[in-house]
């Protein structure tokens, strides 16, 4: 039976694995990304992550497409009590151009409070629901105040709109400053934070020097993007082997160093061990990490996903952790640098 985890001191409790859906209208149409998301439904999964700015990267695509497959398909389901869903507000939506190809001011995007709100209401439509469980702030803005940020954010949860908030690529000290804030104006707090964290060097020392201790120590939850930084932990990307087809592959060989590489070694090893592919090993160490809730996930297709769910049932080893953190060491890597 899976035991679902409480994100952080929130009363929401999450699947595992989150599921990621920047691929949804990107490199998954709309029918697979239906797919996928009834597998992982029907799998136990509760869990959706989302953000408005999908897939602005797109031709021609305004954002809002990752939102709204995911709204049809709650609405076609009839499911919307069944999920978590999660959002975010920040990036630049549906620029506006001046007719001659440069960008002018139209204040769609960022954190202040018209752009907040105006973003949120949005988000809703494109969702068809008339609340979000989870909403976070993308990145950090610096030409807004985090008091004004804050503010607006409490404003969306005491009309119904929002249930909780969290951020997104937030340092430890913004995440600091964030939590002071709200408790100093008696503001909504942020009861999560979404890192990039992963197995690969320096992905982990970065979350882990600073960030991991905060959140362990003032009860954040942790549902982490790119855990299997960008498939690299799938296994398949190797040094010195042809590449596969996929969109991101190029950028999966820049990191394939030779440390990098020693890791996916060690995760085939230990998978070896129990019957499991490379992947399920690197979620399944992350998951018995410090303050972790729920690594988010993507997949491109139903069978991808449901080798990624094989994670939940895989148990390693105190023997096996010790393995694997000992490989990816970034203190060890430093000192060696070092010397």
């Given amino acids: 039976m899976t035991t679902y985890r409480k994100l952080g001191r929130s009363g929401l409790h999450l699947f595992p694995l989150g599921l990621g859906s920047m691929q949804f209208g990107w490199s998954a149409d709309e029918a697979t990304s239906h797919g996928i998301m009834d597998a992982y439904h029907q799998a136990g999964g509760n869990f959706i992550d989302t953000a408005d700015i999908y897939t602005t990267w797109t ?17 076609n389901r009839g499911n919307r009590d069944d999920i978590v869903v999660a959002t975010k507000v920040r990036g630049e939506m549906g620029g506006i151009g001046d007719g001659q190809g440069r960008k002018t001011i139209h204040q769609r995007e960022g954190l202040s409070r018209r752009w907040i709100i105006k973003a949120c209401e949005d988000s809703l439509k494109r969702l068809q629901t008339d609340h979000i469980d989870l909403y976070q ?53 942020f009861v999560s934070v979404q890192p990039e964290y ?17 959140c362990a120590e003032y009860g954040v939850g942790v549902i982490p993007w790119s855990p299997l930084g960008g498939g690299l932990l799938t296994g398949k990307y190797r040094r010195g082997q042809p590449l596969p087809d996929s969109v991101r592959a190029s950028g999966a060989t820049e990191r ?33 990490q410090p303050a972790m809730t729920a690594p988010i996930v993507g997949a491109n297709s139903v069978t991808q996903l449901q080798e990624l769910l094989g994670t939940v049932a895989l148990k390693l080893t105190p023997e096996d952790l010790e393995e694997i953190s000992k490989a990816s060491d970034w203190e060890r890597a430093r000192t060696e640098l070092e010397t």
């Fill in 59 to 75: 031709p021609g695509n305004p954002g809002g497409v990752s939102e709204e497959i995911i709204g049809r398909w709650m609405k």
């Fill in 198 to 214: 992963s197995l690969l060097s320096p992905t982990r020392a970065n979350f882990e020097r600073e960030l991991m201790p905060v």
């Fill in 256 to 288: 394939l160093t030779e440390q990098n590489d020693a890791v996916i070694g060690t995760l085939e090893t230990v998978a070896s061990r129990h019957g499991a592919k490379p992947a399920q090993v690197a979620l399944a160490w992350m998951l018995a």
């Fill in 137 to 189: 702030v993308h990145w950090v803005d610096n030409q807004t105040p985090i008091e004004e940020t804050l503010s607006a954010l409490t404003d969306l949860v005491r009309r119904g709109y929002v249930r909780y908030i969290g951020c997104s690529n937030y340092s430890a000290w913004r995440l600091m400053q964030a939590l002071w804030t709200s408790d100093r104006k008696n503001l909504e707090s």
